[in-house]
Every structure is written in C-alpha cells, then in structure tokens.
C-alpha cells in the first residue's frame, strides 16, 4: 500500500467508494466521473503502478472480475469495453493500475 495513493486508500477504507464486486485480490467499484453509463473501475488490491507491472495471474485476476462486473451491471450481452491508461500521455491520472470496464451505449472508435 502507498499512503498517498487515492486506490490505495480505498483499498484500506479510508476514502468511501460504491462497490460493486470484491475477492481477496481485487476491488471494483463505481467510478466517480463516469464516461459510459457503466463505468467501474477494476483494481489489484496490491498497488502496482502500471498496467505493465502486474504479473500474469494477477493481471488475469484483473480481467476475469472486469468481467464478472459486466455480467452483473448488465452489459455483458451487449457488449462493453476494458481499458487500462498507463502514464500521463497514456490518461492515467491515477498512478494505480486500473481498468475502466465501460458499457451500456455503443461506444465509438477510435476511442479519443
């Protein structure tokens, strides 16, 4: 855990969040500006900085409960987006890896 990381804090409980799925391992919870009207944010509970820091089985973890969190938010069926921002030129704003799970509208391409 890093102090000054905001996911982090969440992790811990310190700063409230809208959960919406939870193992040992990862937390998912809605995002506070969302882009989609889904939009959760899927963590490693463990801070990594990047996307390109997690080991397989943890990013595969990361994955597998994105997925878990279409099937229960409902879009699933129709589709929906994974996207990890990495570094500043990347989007990243928080410097804990993340990835957005999007859905419920069709969503452009390319993305921005």
């Known amino acids: 855990m890093t102090a000054d990381c905001l996911f982090c804090r969440i992790v811990e409980g310190a700063v409230p969040a809208r959960v919406v ?4 391992t990862v937390l998912a ?4 500006d969302p882009q989609a009207p889904t939009h959760v944010l899927v963590i490693p509970k463990e801070h990594h900085r990047a996307a390109g820091d997690l080991d397989p089985l943890t990013a595969g973890q990361v994955v597998q409960a994105a997925h878990h969190v279409a099937k229960s938010e409902g879009i699933a069926e129709d589709g929906y987006r994974l996207v990890f921002n990495t570094g500043r030129d990347g ?5 804990h890896v993340h ?5 419920g509208r069709r969503l452009n391409w390319p993305p921005g």
């Open 21 to 24: 799925h939870e193992t040992d």
């Open 91 to 95: 989007g990243q704003t928080v410097f």
């Open 99 to 103: 990835c957005h799970v999007l859905g």
């Open 29 to 32: 919870f809605h995002d506070i």
